[in-house]
C-alpha cells in the first residue's frame, strides 16, 4: 500500500505543556486512521501538525511531499473549531468553499451526502448544531479530496445523522479517499476505521487494527450485573470485579462459574437485577490504555448504531 502521509516525531509543546511528545505514524492510501484520546490527549494538535496547521517539530510528507509545499487542493480538512458566515445558506456556504478551488464536487450532491438537500435554502443560523456540524463537513468534501482529514466530525449530530456520515465517509473511502479522524465515540472507530491510534498525554499509546487492540488490550469476556439498586461497596467475591455505571462488572470468569458468581453475591446480600455476558470492545481498550473511562463527548452509543442505518431524517431532529 503506497503511503499518503508519513509523519515522524511530531513533537509540540505550549509553555509547559507537551501536546505531542514525538508521535510517529503513516498512513496508508484508502485507509481509515481513526484517533481517539482523553480531553487534551493531543488529538487536535496532531491533526493540525500533520496538515500544517500549526508549527510541530519532526517531519510530515504527504503524497510524498512536505506538507508545505504539497497542492492543498487534494487535502480536505475540518477543523475542530469552524465558524463559517453564519448568515449564509447551506447551499451558499458549500458554493463559497467550492469557489475556492479550481476543481470542485456538485455542490447539490455535497448537499445530499451530508443529508441536507432538504435544508439548503435555510441560514448556517437558523440550522441545528447537528445540521451545522453537517454543513461543516461538506465544506471538507467539496473540492474531492484525495485526503480527508476530520477532527470530531460528528459530535454534536444525533444518532441517525451520525449514521449518515459513516456511511458517507465508508463510501469515500471504497472508492480510494484516505481519511484521517478524531472521535470520541468508539463505536465510530469500531465501525469506521482501518487502524485506531490511541493518544494520552500527547504520546500515541497504540496504533493497530480496532480487533488486534481489542484481542491485546480489552482483556476477557465478562459477566456485567445490574443491581436493584447502586452497589455501594464492590463485594469480594473471589473473581475480580469493578464498579461500572452503577454495574459490577466481573472480569475472568468462564460460564461454568456464573452460578457460583450468583451465590456468592446472595451471600453477600446483593440480589442481581440482570446479568449480560459481554464481549471486550474499543472501551476495554481505551479504559486499560488511558486508566480512564470513555467519558465526557463519548458516552458508549446504543448498540443499534452499529447497526446497519435509516436515511437521515430531514430535519435532523437534533436541535
Ligand atoms: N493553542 C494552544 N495554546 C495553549 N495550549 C494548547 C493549545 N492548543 C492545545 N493546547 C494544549 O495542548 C494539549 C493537547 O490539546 P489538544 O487540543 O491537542 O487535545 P485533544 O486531544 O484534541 O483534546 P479534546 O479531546 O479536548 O479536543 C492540551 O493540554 C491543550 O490544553
Same mark, same amino acid.
Not at 504539497?70 to 487534494?74: E, F
Given at each position: 500500500m503506497t503511503d499518503v502521509l508519513v509523519a515522524r516525531d511530531l513533537a509540540r509543546t505550549y509553555g509547559d505543556t507537551v501536546a505531542l511528545a514525538g508521535v510517529s505514524l503513516s498512513v496508508g492510501e484508502g485507509e481509515v486512521l481513526g484517533l481517539v484520546g482523553p480531553n487534551g490527549a493531543g488529538k487536535t494538535t496532531l491533526v493540525r501538525a500533520l496538515t500544517g496547521t500549526t508549527d510541530a517539530e519532526g517531519a510530515v510528507e504527504l503524497f510524498g511531499e512536505s506538507s508545505r509545499t +504539497?497542492? =492543498?487542493? =487534494?487535502i480536505g480538512l475540518l477543523p475542530q473549531s469552524f465558524d463559517p458566515p453564519? =448568515?449564509? !445558506?447551506a447551499r451558499e456556504l458549500i458554493e463559497y468553499y467550492a469557489g475556492l478551488y479550481d476543481h470542485t464536487r456538485d455542490v447539490a450532491a455535497v448537499l445530499s451526502d451530508v443529508g441536507l438537500e432538504d435544508a439548503t435554502g435555510t441560514a448556517y443560523e437558523d440550522l441545528s448544531g447537528g445540521q451545522q456540524r453537517r454543513v461543516c463537513v461538506g465544506t471538507a468534501l467539496v473540492n474531492d479530496p484525495d485526503l480527508l482529514v476530520l477532527?470530531?466530525?460528528?459530535?454534536?449530530?444525533?444518532p441517525a445523522g451520525r449514521r449518515a456520515v459513516w456511511r458517507l465517509l465508508e463510501g469515500l473511502a471504497d472508492t480510494g479517499t484516505t481519511i484521517v479522524l478524531t472521535t470520541h465515540y468508539m463505536a465510530e472507530v469500531e465501525r469506521l476505521a482501518d487502524r485506531v491510534g490511541l493518544l494520552s498525554d500527547g504520546e500515541l499509546l497504540a496504533l493497530d487494527a480496532p480487533q488486534a487492540l481489542i484481542d491485546e488490550y480489552g482483556g476477557q469476556t465478562r459477566l456485567v450485573i445490574d443491581l436493584d439498586g447502586e452497589p455501594q461497596t464492590t463485594p469480594s467475591i473471589g473473581f475480580e470485579t469493578t464498579r461500572s455505571d452503577g454495574r459490577l462488572v466481573v472480569h475472568d470468569v468462564s460460564p461454568t462459574e456464573i452460578g457460583a458468581v450468583v451465590d456468592r453475591l446472595t451471600d453477600s446480600g446483593i440480589t442481581p437485577a440482570s446479568l449480560t455476558w459481554r464481549e471486550p470492545d474499543m472501551e476495554d481498550v481505551y479504559l486499560e490504555l !488511558?486508566?480512564?473511562? +470513555?467519558?465526557h463527548g463519548g458516552?458508549?452509543?446504543?448498540? !443499534? &448504531?452499529? &447497526?446497519?442505518a435509516s436515511p437521515v431524517a430531514a430535519d435532523g431532529g437534533e436541535r
Open positions: +504539497v497542492n =492543498r487542493s =487534494r453564519a =448568515r449564509l !445558506t477532527d470530531e466530525p460528528t459530535t454534536g449530530i444525533d !488511558t486508566g480512564t473511562a +470513555v467519558g458516552d458508549p452509543l446504543d448498540p !443499534t &448504531e452499529l &447497526e446497519a
